[in-house]
């Protein structure tokens, strides 16, 4: 196969890795299994591609200074979005929701897909974006497909789960997104050995959820929704409780024949590291903290300079999407992820943001949306409140319990003890009550009991060596508990 790119004037050292690249990835086909080869195929040709692309940009760093603000009126604010009369159902039956489940549970210490980690009353991820879907198919009498976005790491766990739905009132499609090969930081070529995943794990990698537009037209998603009758894809993170079918948002953005926006939402200290949206060499741009110089990482994170980022729900309309593919306009920037193997081998892995593809579109708009489409489960801590009475949950929707006075949600750091799913279940025998919690810090060797109620600002720390058993039945307000406490049965 030759996959010979041309799209860019190149010097030798461009044309040698690409030939060299192209030889390559042409004896890596040739063994792959013949049922495996058309994937792999569009694989490669995507990642010649991108490799390209990454090989031209290397010259060209972001320039801090040329950064400017956003114009005033490309930001909407949702509370101030006017009210517009469509009928609901024939507006719910042009959507598609899609959610990137390519992720894995391992950094909560889970096997397989994240999507299937328990999140509360017995629900997964998954199951609780099958009941809100489910929910709206009702009350409204339409059929609001669920699309899965599934990487080579979730597919067959995934499909795996699906079954479970086969009698609900929702229809489930689910897809691979690529596979593409790890390159040597020092060589920028790829090490892998064989084009199977599970016999040379290290060398392979899904590029990251920019990968979402490629993969929808490779997989033949885009049409198979267009002949559906299908025009808006509403996308956003598996793991993002409050990522839930807005009416008010679909309503306004069919009215306003936008083709792309993303919602965005107030920083605060824990999403310091979030993507945010620049205006760059006079175009609007998706900024990822990867691309941002080193010496300027303190700006990027500053409230003061961007105080939104990108929540990852993202609106965009079928029919544009499919035209800017067409025409092969979907240069999305790249981020060169370092990573270092368990050998010690340091890699790159060349990745893509599905928000990024906002500078590809006529008429893309961020929206300015309330914390409450904001309820990623990252870690345990998140999962501390989701799982707590802070929360009530209907029909797979999660809402702040009206119990609570304050609006914000508190802030919680659980320490290394309960980073994992198996620790923090050990630990946390009934889930304490947090209604009048604002800050929450545990560190060490703790377990809590039942019953426990933990009221504004509550601070445990067992030190090396000792450990504290907080007793069922407490109740702590303002406390800072350290040292050794140790409650034993008799």
Not at 195 to 219: C, F, S
Not at 430 to 437: A, G, N, R, V
Not at 449 to 470: C, M, P, Q, S, Y
């Amino acid at each position: 196969a030759e996959y010979m790119g041309t799209r860019f004037r190149k010097d030798s050292f461009q044309l040698d890795q690409i030939t060299t690249l192209n030889k390559y990835l042409a004896s890596l086909l040739e063994q792959t299994r013949e049922s495996d080869k058309k994937f792999m195929q569009k694989n490669f040709e995507g990642f010649l591609d991108l490799y390209e692309r990454f090989l031209n940009k290397r010259k060209e760093p972001l320039i801090w200074d040329e950064i400017t603000p956003l114009p005033s009126d490309f930001i909407l604010n949702m509370e101030n979005l006017p009210k517009t009369q469509t009928d609901s159902r024939e507006l719910l039956s042009k959507l598609v929701v899609v959610k990137l489940n390519g992720g894995l549970g391992t950094s909560m210490g889970c096997v397989g897909p994240k999507s299937a980690i328990t999140v509360r009353d017995g629900n997964t991820f998954l199951d609780l974006a099958v009941q809100q879907i489910e929910h709206i198919n009702d009350e409204y009498d339409v059929s609001v497909p669920l699309v899965l976005m599934n990487s080579f790491n979730t597919d067959e766990d995934t499909k795996n789960i699906l079954r479970k739905y086969a009698g609900s009132n929702i229809d489930i499609h689910s897809f691979n997104q690529s596979k593409y090969p790890r390159i040597n930081k020092e060589t920028l070529l790829p090490f892998a050995e064989t084009t199977d995943h599970k016999v040379d794990k290290e060398a392979w990698y899904p590029p990251g959820h920019g990968d979402l537009y490629t993969a929808l037209k490779n997989e033949g998603v885009i049409d198979l929704m267009l002949s559906q009758h299908k025009e808006y894809l509403f996308v956003s993170n598996t793991d993002n409780l409050g990522a839930t079918i807005s009416l008010s948002l679909l309503q306004n953005i069919v009215a306003q024949d936008v083709e792309f926006a993303m919602e965005l939402t107030d920083k605060s200290p824990s999403d310091i590291k979030g993507g945010t949206l620049i205006k760059y060499k006079e175009k609007i741009r998706l900024l990822e903290i990867a691309q941002v110089p080193p010496e300027h990482v303190d700006d990027f994170k500053s409230v003061k300079m961007f105080n939104l980022f990108n929540t990852n729900n993202i609106w965009m309309k079928l029919e544009a999407v499919k035209r800017v593919l067409d025409k092969g306009e979907m240069n999305l920037d790249i981020i060169s992820n370092h990573k270092t193997l368990d050998d010690g081998n340091k890699v790159v892995q060349l990745e893509t943001a599905v928000g990024s593809a906002i500078v590809c579109f006529e008429k893309a708009v961020g929206i300015h949306v309330s914390r409450t489409r904001f309820l990623p489960v990252k870690t345990t801590s998140d999962l501390l409140l989701i799982m707590s009475n802070l929360y009530n949950m209907k029909d797979g929707f999660v809402t702040m319990s009206d119990k609570r006075m304050f609006g914000t949600t508190p802030l919680v750091k659980l320490g290394v003890h309960f980073e994992k799913m198996q620790d923090f279940n050990e630990r946390f025998p009934q889930i304490p009550d947090l209604i009048d919690l604002n800050h929450l810090t545990v560190s060490g060797d703790v377990t809590f009991g039942r019953r426990v109620n933990l009221k504004g600002t509550v601070i445990i720390i067992a030190n090396h060596g000792e450990r504290i058993d907080v007793p069922s039945g407490s109740e702590l307000e303002n406390k800072i508990v350290s040292g050794n406490l140790r409650i034993l049965e008799h």
